[in-house]
């Protein structure tokens, strides 16, 4: 059974930076996928970003060039590092794992392992 458990969620102003961290139990597999999503208030749980167990990664355009996700396969943990941050940010984070690959698109359905979630608060 695989277990997220996420952390470093927090306030910050415009332009600051967080990163995120999701600790990863129960797995052994060499082909796996990791993502984070985010879900403001009254919106639909998007994704931010995936990475392949191999290192290939994706973004979604709203976060290009400010977000960075890895991931430390000697600790099993996923990060997230968020820089630039903007109001819009504003969102429960959530990390997620599925055995395979990761589609170019990551949608929600896709995902079978899901984390608490952490919540990131963005102020102007």
């Known amino acids: 059974q695989v277990q997220l458990v996420e952390s470093g969620g927090g306030s910050v102003q415009a332009g600051g930076s967080l990163r995120l961290s999701c600790a990863v139990f129960?797995?052994?597999?060499?082909?796996?996928?990791m993502g984070w999503f985010r879900q403001a208030p009254g919106k639909e749980r998007e994704g931010v970003a995936t990475?392949?167990?191999?290192?290939?990664?994706t973004y979604a355009d709203s976060v290009k060039g400010r977000f960075t996700i890895s991931q430390d396969n000697a600790k099993n943990t996923l990060y997230l590092r968020m820089n630039s941050l903007k109001p819009e940010d504003t969102a429960m984070y959530y990390c997620?794992?599925?055995?395979?690959?990761?589609?170019?698109?990551?949608?929600?359905?896709?995902?079978?392992?899901w984390g608490q979630g952490t919540q990131v608060t963005v102020s102007s």
């Open positions: 997620a794992f599925r055995f395979g690959y990761c589609y170019t698109v990551p949608a929600e359905r896709d995902f079978g392992y």
């Open positions: 129960g797995y052994t597999y060499s082909s796996y996928c």
């Open positions: 990475i392949y167990s191999h290192g290939s990664t």
